[in-house]
Every structure is written in structure tokens, then in C-alpha cells.
């Protein structure tokens, strides 16, 4: 599957606007792509800029992918299409001088230029206003695509000047459809929509053995806890820590570990239920008919709690401890 066909998939009314544009060659000289992580907005401002400049552009494939353009635009290298991302925690306005300066020379392979800045909200009120007169007075050939998770931090002036186009989150059905597409067994698709509403994010659980060796310490994990396997506290000092060392990768173990709980849970409600991880079905309706849905909530409220402890100073490896000893009633 093509990025076109994948992008329609995930965003279906964004693409028909798009794609009736590009057409018709009445794009308009700016957009602000909004939305949530994860949701395509870079991938389809990508696209928009291989559609310009497609060598093997088709009435219904309007990017290729696969000719000279369309790769160097992909890989981020062709001349004609500048990307403008924080350097930091902001765009500065040295970043939107140099931007300026390259924009008022002749376009190095057609009269055709394409702006995308990513994280537009993260410009400084210097760097936005030094934007404004490209977007007041815009250059034949010129388009300008700002994208954003956060439109009301961007300045009026500036969202006045631009086109929105919004896109919507996607459910989990159409996240695993779109991983499924990309080549993921629905097993792994399924588990990784449960935790990421973001397809750039999935496909990086794909890349090397990290998600992995985490799902099955988090399952070893499980089991201690319930008294099925290696002491828990043995666990967390001899797996979890190595592998969990950073904040954020432990705020993913913990929602892995929470998947298993939810699973649980529904196990408990409905025994014709198909858990999302399949693979521990057999030991979470044990689970099921062992635990009450009290202890089972109770279960899911202690690991909330416990990820919402991340962003304070905590001792992390004495978080999991603390969390292990609470569920288990010491």
C-alpha cells in the first residue's frame, strides 16, 4: 500500500480535500495542519510537497514515491522544500531569517517552493511576526504548511492568514487497520493501539527488540505479582530497571502492565471477551474467576496512581516496589 492510499485510510476527509486541490491546482498558499500526535499531519505534508514535484505524477496517484523527487523529498533533501523545526524548545527568529533568505532566492529546480514547519506553536512572537509578510504577500509558487497540536498557542494573525485543516484521532480500529497495512501482524497491531494513538510511534515498537524484551518482562512482572513465577521484587531490580531506566520508557511499561489489568478486567465483566493480549489469555481468566471486579479496579487504580508519581522526584525503582508490595495486599 502506497502512502497515498495508507494516508486516505487513516484520514479520509483530509485527503479528499487535498487531493481534489492538488487536481485542480487550486491549492491555497497556506495551511495549519491541526491535530494530535500520531495522527499524519507530517506524512501528509510530505505528500502535498511530492505531489508538486512528482516526475511520475498520475491522475490518481498524485505522488509516486518512488521517483528521484519524490525520495529526495521524503529523505529531506530536496532544494526546493525547506522544513522549519525548534531548535530547542522554540523556532527562533535566526531560524526564520535564514528561512527568508533561502525563500528570496529563485527556486533552485522550478518556480515551485514549499514551507513546512513542524511544531508551529513552539515559534517565538519575533519569529511568527517575521513570518507574517510571506503569508500577507505571498509568492506565486509559494506554499506554506504550519503544523500544530496546539493551534490556539499560534498567533491570530497568523491563523487568520491560514486555511485549518484538522485532523481527527484515530479510533483503534483504524490505527490497526492502517499497522496491518504496514506490514504488523494484528496481534502486535492490536497491543500497540492500545497504548499509542500515533502510527509513526507503533512502527518504532517494530524496530529492534526493545518492545519485545519489555512485553515479556512486564508479563514476568505480572506473574510474580500473582505468585506464578519469580519473586516481583527480584523482577524489578534484575529486568524491569535495566530496561526501564528513562521516565518515559517506564511510563510505557506501566501501561503495558496496565493492558494486562484491562484485559483482566473485561475478562471479568464478559468471559467471551478477546483479550488484546492473546497470548495471556488463558492466565488472565484465571485470573478472572480468582479476583473480584473490586480487586481487579482496585489493581488498575494502584498502577494509575503510580504513573501519575513519574513526574516527581520518586525514586523510580522504590515506586515499582512500593507498587508491587500495595497490589499484594503487604
Known amino acids: 500500500m502506497g502512502l497515498q492510499d495508507e494516508l486516505t485510510m487513516m484520514q479520509p476527509v483530509v485527503m ?5 486541490s492538488v487536481r485542480e491546482n487550486r491549492l491555497s498558499h ?13 506524512r501528509t505534508a510530505l505528500w502535498l510537497a511530492q505531489s508538486l514535484f512528482c516526475l511520475e505524477r498520475t491522475e490518481t496517484n498524485l505522488a509516486c514515491g518512488e521517483c528521484a523527487n519524490c525520495i529526495r523529498i521524503a529523505s529531506h533533501n530536496h532544494p526546493d522544500v525547506h522544513l522549519l523545526e525548534p531548535d530547542g524548545a522554540s523556532i527562533k527568529i535566526d531560524q526564520v531569517r535564514a528561512l527568508k533568505q533561502e525563500l528570496s532566492k529563485r527556486g533552485m529546480e522550478s518556480d515551485q517552493k514549499v514551507v513546512i514547519i513542524y511544531d508551529a506553536e513552539k515559534m517565538t512572537v519575533q ?5 507574517l509578510k510571506f503569508i500577507e504577500e505571498p509568492e506565486g ?20 492568514r491560514l486555511q485549518p485543516v484538522t485532523f481527527k484521532s484515530l479510533t483503534f480500529d483504524s490505527l490497526v487497520a492502517s499497522l496491518t497495512a504496514a ?12 497504548i499509542t494513538g500515533s502510527v509513526e510511534e507503533a512502527k518504532t ?35 524491569w530497571m535495566p530496561l526501564f531506566k528513562e521516565k518515559d520508557k517506564m511510563a510505557l511499561g506501566l501501561e503495558l502492565l ?13 468471559e467471551n471477551y478477546e483479550p ?9 481468566g484465571q485470573e478472572a474467576l480468582r479476583k473480584s471486579l473490586s480487586e481487579t479496579t482496585g489493581e488498575i487504580e494502584k498502577i494509575l496512581a503510580a504513573k501519575s508519581k513519574l513526574d516527581s522526584n520518586m525514586n523510580t525503582q522504590l515506586l515499582m516496589e512500593q507498587l508491587v508490595l500495595e497490589i499484594q495486599g503487604r
Not at 506490514?183 to 492500545?194: F, L, T, V
Not at 505480572?222 to 531490580?237: D, F, K, R
Open 30 to 42: 497556506g495551511y495549519l495542519l491541526e491535530g494530535s500526535r500520531g495522527t499524519g499531519k507530517k
Open 258 to 270: 496496565l493492558l494486562l489489568y484491562r484485559d483482566r478486567l473485561h475478562l471479568t465483566l464478559d
Open 141 to 160: 509558487g509559494l506554499l506554506l504548511l504550519f503544523l500544530t497540536t496546539n493551534p490556539g498557542q499560534i498567533l491570530p494573525t497568523i491563523q487568520s
Open 205 to 239: 515498537f517494530e524496530e529492534g527488540d526493545w518492545f519485545s524484551d519489555a512485553r515479556n518482562v512486564v508479563i514476568k512482572l505480572y506473574e510474580g505479582i500473582h505468585h506464578q513465577g519469580t519473586s516481583p521484587l527480584i523482577i524489578i531490580q534484575e529486568s
Open 16 to 20: 479528499k480535500i487535498f487531493s481534489k
Open 276 to 284: 488484546i493480549c492473546t497470548a495471556q489469555k488463558e492466565m488472565l
Open 183 to 194: 506490514g504488523i501482524s494484528e496481534q502486535k497491531a492490536r497491543i500497540y493501539a492500545s
Open 127 to 131: 519569529s511568527a511576526n517575521s513570518l
